[in-house]
T-cell receptor, first 113, second 114 residues
Framework: AQSVTQLGSHVSVSEGALVLLRCNYS??????LFWYVQYPNQGLQLLLK??????LVKGINGFEAEFKKSETSFHLTKPSAHMSDAAEYFC???????????FGAGTRLFVKA | DTGVSQDPRHKITKRGQNVTFRCDPI?????LYWYRQTLGQGPEFLTY????????KSRLLSDRFSAERPKGSFSTLEIQRTEQGDSAMYLC????????????FGQGTRLTVV
C-alpha cells in the first residue's frame, strides 16, 4: 500500500535559518509528489509538485524540493525561514496509475524570532 | 472561479444526530474527493467521484457515511447517527483531467460531536 513518511512531527528553526522538512515515499514506480502547506483552520495550499522532468522543483514562497529516486525522498527546503512560514506542511504522493493522493502525517514548522 | 467551497465551515451536533456537508468543486474539474483530517494527522482519503460516479471508497467510510454527486457538480457527505469519534475536519478537493494535476482543497468543515 502507498505510504508517505515525514520524519519529525515538529521542526523548530530560527528566523533566517535553513528549513529542511523530510519526506520519503513508498511507491516503487516514480509517483507524482506534492508538498502542501496548511495554516490553522484552513484547507491545504499547494507549495510545489513533481511530475516528470527536472528533479529540483521550485515552488511558491521560496520553497523548493528535490526528487531523489535512489533515496525515495522528496525533501522540502527553504534557504532562509520567515516568521510567516510557521505552519503545518504535508508531503503527498499519487501513483501514476491512480487518482488518489496519499498524505503524510505532517510536520509542524515553528519559526523563532 | 473562486476555488473549492465547502459549507458549513463549522458544525456542532449532538451525538446521534445526522449531519450533511456540501462541497462545490472548481467548475471545470471532473474529479472530486473527500478527506477526513483529525488533529495532528494528515488528510485521510474517504472517497472520490469522477463526474457523478463514485469510483472508490475507503474502508474508513463506515455504513453511516454516504456521499453523492448527483449531477457531477457539487457533492454532499452525510453522516448518520454521529459519534464522538466522527469529530474531525472534513476536506473536499477537486482535480481536473490529467494524471499530473494537483488537488485543490476547500477550507474544510470542522465537525464537533458533543
Amino acid at each position: 500500500a502507498q505510504s508517505v513518511t515525514q520524519l519529525g512531527s515538529h521542526v523548530s528553526v530560527s528566523e533566517g535559518a535553513l528549513v529542511l522538512l523530510r519526506c520519503n515515499y513508498s511507491s516503487s514506480v516514480p509517483p507524482y509528489l506534492f508538498w502542501y502547506v496548511q495554516y490553522p483552520n484552513q484547507g491545504l495550499q499547494l507549495l510545489l509538485k513533481y511530475t516528470t522532468g527536472a528533479t529540483l522543483v521550485k515552488g511558491i514562497n521560496g520553497f523548493e524540493a528535490e526528487f531523489k529516486k535512489s533515496e525515495t525522498s522528496f525533501h522540502l527546503t527553504k534557504p532562509s525561514a520567515h516568521m510567516s512560514d510557521a505552519a503545518e506542511y504535508f508531503c503527498a504522493e499519487r501513483n501514476t496509475g491512480g487518482f488518489k493522493t496519499i498524505f503524510g502525517a505532517g510536520t509542524r514548522l515553528f519559526v523563532k524570532a | 472561479d473562486t476555488g473549492v467551497s465547502q459549507d458549513p465551515r463549522h458544525k456542532i451536533t449532538k451525538r446521534g444526530q445526522n449531519v450533511t456537508f456540501r462541497c462545490d468543486p472548481i467548475s471545470e474539474h471532473n474529479r472530486l474527493y473527500w478527506y477526513r483530517q483529525t488533529l495532528g494527522q494528515g488528510p485521510e482519503f474517504l472517497t472520490y467521484f469522477q463526474n457523478e460516479a463514485q469510483l472508490e471508497k475507503s474502508r474508513l467510510l463506515s455504513d453511516r457515511f454516504s456521499a453523492e454527486r448527483p449531477k457531477g457538480s457539487f457533492s454532499t457527505l452525510e453522516i448518520q447517527r454521529t459519534e464522538q469519534g466522527d469529530s474531525a475536519m472534513y476536506l473536499c478537493a477537486s482535480t481536473g483531467i490529467g494524471m499530473n494535476t494537483e488537488a485543490f482543497f476547500g477550507q474544510g468543515t470542522r465537525l464537533t460531536v458533543v
